[in-house]
């Protein structure tokens, strides 16, 4: 049975770019690449034994390039998943198969197998930690009327409730799986816990079902039913009913819940429960590439209430959003503000003011860090004071920006360039390897770069003169860094044809004498070139494609 690839397990080997051509080309375009770098590499040509030895790797690389982007079958497995996709056993069915997409359908059922084969070492854990905090005392005790001042004139803060959960999942089959869930909590001095199993059970590919057992200090046992069921493509419904005994009796209850797909990006909910708390609740949602809006209403015991919120994304590396909301209810009206930021690969921090009457003016801080979620909510003050707005809303802010620039960004740079070396350690005896057939390649070059030089000087043509490639530092900021670049001027010079350069547009360190010279990092090439004898300079990205000559950037000749 195949072994299936990891995304990050995709050799990032590019055979188009060896052979420079369109990953769109056609048969002739792939033949003509391939007879041209035959002419070069044949061993036939070079007498010298150590050339001829270099010249037979290069050619064999470009052969097997040639077959397989020649082959249809071959050439979707590559565009798919890469040349270490060719290595996998377990192809026998693929290789009957015509489309590329009968050919992914395949993978992904080799890959789906492999999912089955790892379904016992999987769980899912996921967690919470809530800390709240009363720091009334910091606004309170400035009012005249306060009277229990500290004796040391200083405010009482104090932890007056926590709360933590987890949860993992332990998959049985492709098709069960079992949950384990348990928290404690406790507040000004009372507390409690409850423990939860749960066996959830996928019926088919339109639903699952899953029951669940619990039992409390504070609640008693609990025996629950859940099943989720997708009515049609654009419509689906949860049920979920349960029983709670406790010294007062049992207690049932019953929710259900029908959602739809209004449009791409909008869906409606519509939600009743029944029991100690029963309620009508429905909900407008539209989530947007830029923007997420909720526009809710409930009718219930004990809370009635409206709310809409609005959430704003940033396009930017961090992921920033923020947001907005408000609400209001028999309860009294409560407005909340914020915004959230990524701060590293895995954690996201986010802090929200929330301004109410009667409740007064709370800060809550989140963290998301992987599946684990820590939460403190501070509660500032009963009253709305705007000394206690202004501080929720600017010291969070202050702080993060301190924290940001003394500590993240000099964390993330130093793990950013950590990773980097690891990637250039790991990655070093293959840069070793591509470097030596890139120096080989060059000296096979020689000879026809030589014709290829008197013919264009013959007929004015194009004549590389000098060309880089790699890392080079313009931003004055970096002056203390070192370009790191190669001499890729005869590579160059041997893939002009009829007074032309054409390089599509994929990586130039795969091109027949190139290699990668800073692994990892922005590089570009930059060519000095004479065309009809006027000199001219052209600077491009790594992935671009280049056409030259190219009119621009003309240079004086004593450059």
Same mark, same amino acid.
Request: proline share 4%; charged share 25%; net charge neutral.
């Given at each position: 049975?195949? &072994?299936?690839?990891?995304?990050?397990?995709?050799?990032?080997?590019?055979?188009?770019?060896?052979?420079?051509?369109?990953? =769109?080309?056609?048969?002739?375009?792939?033949?003509?690449?391939?007879?041209?770098?035959?002419?070069?590499?044949? @061993?036939?040509?070079?007498?010298? @034994?150590?050339?001829?030895?270099?010249?037979?790797?290069?050619?064999?690389?470009?052969?097997?390039?040639?077959?397989?982007?020649?082959?249809? *079958?071959?050439? &979707?497995?590559?565009?798919?998943?890469?040349?270490?996709?060719?290595?996998?056993?377990?192809?026998?069915? !693929?290789?009957?198969?015509?489309?590329?997409?009968?050919?992914?359908? =395949?993978?992904?059922?080799?890959?789906?197998?492999?999912?089955?084969?790892?379904?016992? *070492?999987?769980?899912?854990?996921?967690?919470?930690?809530?800390?709240?905090?009363? &720091?009334?005392?910091?606004?309170?005790?400035?009012?005249?009327?306060?009277?229990?001042?500290?004796?040391?004139?200083?405010?009482?803060?104090?932890?007056?409730?926590?709360?933590?959960? *987890?949860?993992?999942?332990?998959?049985?089959?492709?098709?069960?799986?079992?949950?384990?869930?348990?928290? $404690?909590?406790?507040?000004?001095?009372?507390?409690? +816990?409850?423990?939860?199993?749960?066996?959830?059970?996928?019926?088919?590919?339109?639903?699952?079902?899953?029951?669940?057992?619990?039992?409390?200090?504070?609640? +008693? @046992?609990?025996?629950?039913?859940?099943?989720?069921?997708?009515?049609?493509?654009?419509?689906?419904?949860?049920?979920?009913?349960?029983?709670?005994? %406790?010294?007062?009796?049992?207690?049932?209850?019953?929710?259900?819940?029908?959602?739809?797909?209004?449009?791409?990006?909008?869906?409606?909910?519509?939600?009743?429960?029944?029991?100690?708390?029963?309620?009508?609740?429905?909900?407008? !949602?539209?989530?947007?590439?830029?923007?997420?809006?909720?526009?809710?209403?409930? $009718?219930?015991?004990?809370?009635?209430?409206?709310?809409?919120?609005?959430?704003?994304?940033?396009?930017?590396?961090?992921?920033?959003?923020?947001? #907005?909301?408000?609400? %209001?209810?028999?309860?009294?009206?409560?407005?909340?503000?914020?915004?959230?930021?990524?701060?590293?690969?895995?954690?996201?921090?986010?802090?929200?003011?929330?301004?109410?009457?009667?409740? #007064?003016?709370? /800060?809550?801080?989140?963290?998301?860090?992987?599946?684990?979620?820590?939460?403190?909510?501070?509660?500032?003050?009963?009253?709305?004071?705007?000394?206690?707005?202004?501080?929720?809303? !600017?010291?969070? /802010?202050?702080?993060? $920006?301190?924290?940001?620039?003394?500590?993240?960004?000099?964390?993330?740079?130093?793990?950013?360039? *950590?990773?980097?070396?690891?990637?250039?350690?790991?990655?070093?005896?293959?840069? &070793?390897?591509?470097?030596?057939?890139?120096?080989?390649?060059?000296?096979?070059?020689?000879?026809?770069?030589?014709?290829?030089?008197?013919?264009?000087?013959?007929?004015?043509?194009?004549?590389?003169?000098?060309?880089?490639?790699?890392?080079? !530092?313009?931003?004055?900021?970096?002056?203390?860094?070192?370009?790191?670049?190669?001499?890729?001027?005869?590579?160059?010079?041997?893939?002009?044809?009829?007074?032309?350069?054409?390089?599509?547009?994929? %990586?130039?360190?795969?091109? @027949?004498?190139?290699?990668?010279?800073?692994?990892?990092?922005?590089?570009? /090439?930059?060519?000095?070139?004479?065309?009809?004898?006027?000199?001219?300079?052209?600077?491009?990205?790594?992935?671009?494609? /280049?056409?030259?000559?190219?009119?621009?950037?003309?240079?004086?000749?004593?450059?």
């Amino acid at each position: 049975m195949a &072994a299936a690839l990891d995304d990050d397990e995709i050799d990032n080997d590019d055979y188009y770019s060896l052979l420079n051509v369109r990953r =769109e080309a056609t048969q002739d375009e792939l033949k003509a690449a391939y007879r041209r770098l035959c002419m070069l590499y044949h @061993p036939d040509k070079h007498r010298d @034994p150590e050339l001829k030895r270099q010249a037979e790797q290069l050619f064999n690389l470009v052969h097997q390039a040639y077959e397989v982007l020649s082959d249809a *079958q071959s050439r &979707a497995i590559y565009d798919i998943y890469g040349k270490r996709g060719l290595e996998v056993e377990g192809w026998e069915v !693929v290789e009957r198969r015509r489309t590329p997409g009968e050919i992914r359908e =395949e993978f992904e059922r080799l890959q789906r197998e492999r999912d089955e084969r790892r379904l016992q *070492q999987r769980t899912n854990p996921k967690g919470t930690i809530s800390v709240g905090v009363d &720091a009334t005392d910091l606004f309170d005790h400035y009012e005249e009327d306060y009277e229990d001042v500290p004796a040391g004139g200083f405010p009482h803060v104090e932890i007056n409730k926590m709360h933590i959960s *987890q949860s993992i999942e332990a998959p049985l089959t492709t098709a069960d799986t079992a949950i384990l869930s348990g928290s $404690l909590s406790t507040h000004n001095g009372n507390g409690g +816990g409850n423990i939860t199993v749960a066996l959830r059970k996928v019926t088919s590919a339109k639903g699952w079902g899953e029951v669940e057992f619990g039992a409390g200090d504070s609640h +008693g @046992p609990l025996v629950g039913f859940k099943i989720f069921r997708n009515l049609t493509t654009r419509c689906f419904m949860t049920a979920q009913c349960g029983m709670q005994f %406790s010294s007062r009796g049992v207690r049932p209850g019953v929710t259900t819940m029908l959602a739809r797909h209004l449009d791409k990006n909008t869906m409606g909910y519509l939600q009743w429960r029944w029991g100690t708390q029963s309620s009508m609740n429905t909900s407008i !949602v539209r989530d947007t590439k830029s923007s997420h809006f909720t526009l809710a209403a409930q $009718l219930g015991i004990p809370h009635t209430f409206i709310m809409m919120s609005y959430q704003y994304k940033f396009q930017n590396e961090d992921q920033t959003k923020i947001k #907005g909301s408000v609400k %209001s209810g028999f309860f009294g009206t409560v407005v909340e503000y914020g915004a959230e930021t990524k701060i590293s690969r895995h954690s996201v921090l986010g802090a929200t003011v929330s301004v109410g009457v009667p409740q #007064g003016v709370s /800060l809550k801080i989140k963290l998301n860090r992987a599946s684990q979620t820590y939460f403190f909510p501070i509660h500032l003050t009963d009253q709305l004071m705007p000394s206690a707005i202004f501080y929720a809303t !600017v010291g969070p /802010l202050v702080f993060y $920006l301190a924290i940001q620039r003394l500590v993240i960004r000099p964390y993330l740079r130093a793990q950013k360039e *950590q990773d980097l070396e690891k990637h250039r350690q790991s990655s070093a005896t293959d840069i &070793a390897k591509k470097k030596q057939e890139a120096e080989s390649a060059v000296l096979l070059m020689q000879e026809g770069v030589r014709r290829i030089i008197e013919t264009e000087e013959s007929k004015m043509g194009l004549i590389i003169l000098n060309a880089w490639y790699g890392k080079f !530092v313009t931003d004055n900021s970096r002056k203390h860094e070192r370009a790191r670049v190669i001499d890729v001027t005869v590579p160059l010079q041997c893939l002009v044809k009829d007074s032309k350069l054409i390089l599509t547009e994929a %990586s130039k360190a795969g091109l @027949p004498g190139f290699y990668d010279p800073c692994v990892g990092e922005e590089k570009g /090439l930059k060519v000095l070139y004479q065309f009809r004898g006027v000199m001219h300079q052209v600077l491009s990205g790594d992935t671009e494609p /280049l056409r030259i000559p190219k009119q621009s950037h003309r240079v004086d000749n004593d450059t």
